[in-house]
């Protein structure tokens, strides 16, 4: 999107994200975005994420193991808040369910 030139949007995998760098940033940090690792081959590898404003949730899939950080006052994620912020958890448990079970990728 970004150089103009002329593609097939259906041939491709995946959701551009120029138009994010174009948006007001505060509305666009409201928009969750999701990635997805998995380091080895096995299914107990695969981690998915969501990332919404200051908050980032990372579930293992194979494990369940959650982490949970609040960027603005932990940017290096060193203190995981699975237990000290529950209403925010599920908030986001949900965005990334809904988000799995809509790309059927659980």
């Not at 380091?39 to 981690?47: E, K, L, V």
């Not at 940017?75 to 986001?92: A, I, Q």
Request: glycine content about 6%.
């Amino acid at each position: 999107d970004a150089t103009g030139i002329e593609h097939d949007r259906e041939a491709l995998q995946g959701v551009s994200l120029f138009g994010t760098l174009e948006e007001d940033q505060d509305r666009a940090s409201q928009r969750p975005m999701f990635a997805f690792v998995r380091p080895g081959q096995g299914d107990d590898d695969r981690s998915h994420m969501v990332l919404v404003d200051r908050w980032h949730y990372i579930r293992n899939a194979g494990s369940g193991h959650e982490e949970f950080y609040d960027l603005r006052k932990d940017p290096e994620e060193k203190k995981n808040l699975v237990r000290n912020n529950p209403r925010k958890l599920k908030k986001l448990r949900y965005i990334l369910d809904q988000f799995l079970e809509d790309a059927a990728l659980q």
